[in-house]
């Protein structure tokens, strides 16, 4: 993997603002894995104010129940995980809830 691209390298959400835009090809031609550059994308979306595409990233509801933060096409994240090497959205959500 390239160094910089696992969203886990930045320390601020400047340096991830920084990668993310030499990141989002990289998972195409091999150089980074998919998950880290879809959790990435989501990170920095979310930062700047933007709903994620993916789903990655989750907050408290008022019931104390993690849920996914808003997402551009909720309808439409329904294959996207899997492509991304991801399990779906509500098994991860469920997954979540019930450690919580």
């Known amino acids: 993997m390239r160094p910089g ?14 990668t993310s835009s030499t990141c989002s090809p990289l998972p195409q ?12 994308e989501d990170r920095v979306r979310l930062a700047a104010g933007v709903p994620q595409v993916f789903g990655t990233q989750l907050g408290w509801s008022a ?9 551009v096409e909720p309808a439409g994240v329904g294959g996207q995980p899997a ?17 919580a």
């Open 63 to 71: 019931d104390g129940r993690p849920d996914p933060l808003p997402i």
């Open 83 to 99: 492509a991304w090497g991801f399990e779906s959205l509500e098994a991860y959500v469920e997954r979540l809830r019930a450690r």
């Open 5 to 18: 691209c696992s969203p886990s390298t930045p320390t601020t959400i400047g340096a991830s603002r920084d």
């Open 29 to 40: 031609t091999g150089a980074a894995d998919s998950q880290h550059a879809a959790l990435l």
